[in-house]
């Protein structure tokens, strides 16, 4: 590594990282606009991607996204580190095959089964393109077929192999359903398709500058190093003030506030649960201080909303919401007391995230002290 390369401190990937994920300031774009330029939203959570736009655009109705699944030009689709992702439909179609060898590798390991891979894929493409199904049918279906094995597995298997999206109302906003399968290919009529190389792009637009540790983090894809090692001409590479060890790379035009633009303290901001803001990095220290890493994630794997101050994780965000009340309770990871601006600040944008969520029960913020 060449001793001459810039530097960037971590405050400096902190406001570079905000501004990638439109979070520095809301956006005018549109909701599809949005989720192509993420990659992606996070979505095992059927309610996130509907909260994880709110602070991201500025002129932004749930509906908006709710009408791209229904008319079919966003699916719900199993992509990045095997989880369920809310993507353009012609994302979908470019990024399956990328992140096919991560998704085949972890069923196999999870869920292996004796039969004949080819003759079980096409099976199960039969039976999903005949009519959505869930997995449960899907098992109950695949069993007699191929009795060996068990009728989950098989079931996890066509998961794997075929690329199946969710159809609605699974998703919907105010509305959803049981989780029921068709393949992407019956669902759409995209052909987009991509590579490596072109992912990388995608990556470092949305969540650079980063390490190659780091894109493999928000994949899942390993022996990455080759690629950037490709695409380095192209690229700018920087080191981390921290280490001073670890190249970070990043496309040559895209946002790096520094100097004053870097320095002036920002507004709350409230992001949604799953954010792929903290779900992208090896290191996320950027955006999530390590005392504070053990509060955001729960022993299943749930995240909460977060509640970022001066653009760094200082507490979560959960709504419990009845037909008549509806309370956004805010859990304070920090000692120190957020002061009465933010305080007001977080409170006017929990409000909006409870009129969305809750339009007609009584509302209430609610601050609890750290556990």
């Excluded at 085949?104 to 096409?122: F, I």
């Excluded at 949305?206 to 190093?225: E, I, N, Y």
């Excluded at 220290?285 to 390590?290: A, G, H, K, T």
Aim: aromatic residues 6%; proline residues 8%; positive net charge.
């Amino acid at each position: 590594m060449s001793p001459s390369l810039p530097s960037l401190d971590r405050r400096a990937l902190n406001r570079a990282l905000l501004a990638r994920q439109w979070l520095l300031e809301p956006r005018t774009a549109t909701a599809l606009e949005a989720i192509e330029h993420l990659v992606g939203l996070q979505a095992q959570d059927v309610k996130a991607p509907y909260f994880q736009l709110v602070p991201r655009l500025a002129a932004y109705d749930p509906s908006e996204l709710s009408s791209l699944l229904e008319s079919r030009a966003a699916v719900r689709i199993v992509l990045m580190r095997g989880t369920i992702h809310l993507v353009s439909a012609r994302d979908a179609h470019a990024l399956r095959p990328l992140v096919q060898p991560v998704i085949t590798r972890a069923t196999d390991g999870n869920h292996a089964v004796s039969a004949d891979r080819a003759q079980l894929t096409r099976a199960g493409r039969q039976l999903v393109e005949a009519q959505p199904r869930t997995f449960a049918q899907l098992a109950e279906l695949l069993g007699p077929r191929f009795p060996d094995d068990d009728p989950p597995a098989l079931a996890q298997q066509i998961r794997a192999r075929v690329p199946l999206v969710q159809v609605p109302p699974r998703g919907l906003w105010g509305r959803s359903g049981a989780p029921a399968h068709t393949s992407l290919e019956a669902w759409t009529d995209h052909h987009d398709a991509a590579t490596v190389d072109d992912l990388v792009g995608r990556y470092l637009g949305a969540f650079g500058p980063a390490t190659v540790q780091d894109m493999q983090k928000w994949s899942g894809l390993t022996r990455l190093a080759e690629a950037f090692a490709r695409l380095r001409g192209d690229l700018v590479v920087f080191t981390d003030a921290e280490t001073g060890k670890r190249e970070l790379f990043d496309l040559p035009d895209a946002p790096r506030p520094a100097g004053a633009d870097a320095d002036p303290r920002l507004d709350p901001i409230l992001v949604g649960p799953f954010d792929n803001l903290i779900l992208s990095h090896a290191d996320a220290s950027r955006v999530l201080p390590q005392e504070h890493r053990t509060k955001v994630m729960t022993q299943n794997g749930l995240i909460a909303g977060l509640v970022l101050i001066d653009g760094v994780v200082a507490g979560n965000w959960r709504i419990k919401a009845t037909k008549k009340l509806a309370a956004l309770t805010i859990a304070r990871f920090t000692t120190k007391p957020y002061t009465k601006r933010d305080t007001a600040q977080i409170v006017a944008r929990a409000e909006r995230l409870l009129a969305l969520a809750a339009p007609d029960a009584t509302r209430d913020v609610v601050f609890t002290p750290p556990g």
